[in-house]
């Protein structure tokens, strides 16, 4: 069964400094993909960053990266310098091919709050 | 604006009445589906559409009722809710994958009082 966990409930992280957000994961399938979101208090889910499992490299988008680590079933978003408007939730996702690609199960969330 | 609008932003409900929530996607996605958000809880998965064949039902009680007449559109007719219904309900739509994102609407604050 696919199971997403974030153990952080909330982060803090003061402004222009880098934080780490954790999310593991478990999942039985060879082939999956790995998605983190952001959702601002608009309540609207952005979509930040995907991995795939058979990827070599950890993606990179702009000050977002992704510490994709299989053997221990680990994806942890890095935000690099970061930013006011970086205050929000974030949700780490995942979605097997078994299932047919279409069920997308996420984490309970952690709440980032950027300090000036 | 991420191309999957719902409507309305907001709603309040009596629980004997009879709504719908609206979604609609334009981005040419072939997957709908509908979470509930709640309070202290992670995003649960409702339904999934895919070609507009429903293909996941995850134990929802009967007072949700899910329709997609077409790849675009999906709704959510809701009738005799109860106050812990109440919670953000967010569309979103996808090509069918794991390889790709979902994008999601702005959701629909629900509110049963």
């Known amino acids: 069964a696919q199971k997403i966990t974030q153990t952080q409930p909330g982060m803090f992280v003061q402004e222009k400094e880098a934080v780490t957000l954790d999310c593991t994961y478990d999942t039985s399938d060879p082939s999956y993909g790995l998605f983190w979101y952001k959702q601002p208090s608009s309540g609207e889910m952005i979509f930040l960053i995907y991995q795939g499992s058979y990827d070599q490299q950890n993606a990179t988008e702009g000050r977002y990266s992704l510490n994709f680590q299989k053997a221990r079933k680990s994806a942890n978003l890095v935000i690099s310098a970061s930013q006011l408007g970086d205050s929000a939730m974030y949700f780490c996702a995942m979605r097997e091919i078994n299932t047919g690609g279409f069920k997308t199960i996420f984490g309970a969330g952690t709440r980032l709050f950027v300090k000036a | 604006e991420t191309g999957v609008t719902q409507t309305p932003r907001h709603l309040v409900m009596g629980m004997t009445n009879k709504k719908s929530l609206k979604c609609e996607q334009h981005?040419?996605?072939?997957?709908m589906y509908w979470y509930k958000q709640s309070a202290k809880k992670p995003l649960e998965l409702m339904f999934v559409?895919?070609?507009?064949?429903?293909?996941e039902n995850n134990s929802v009680p009967s007072r949700f009722s899910p329709e997609c007449p077409n790849s675009s559109h999906l709704f959510l007719h809701l009738h005799t809710l109860q106050p812990e219904d109440s919670a953000l309900y967010l569309c979103?739509?996808?090509?069918?994958?794991?390889?790709?994102?979902?994008?999601f609407g702005q959701g629909t604050r629900l509110t049963v009082v």
């Open positions: 559409y895919s070609l507009e064949e429903r293909v």
């Open positions: 981005l040419g996605h072939n997957a």
């Open positions: 979103a739509s996808s090509l069918q994958g794991a390889g790709t994102e979902a994008f």
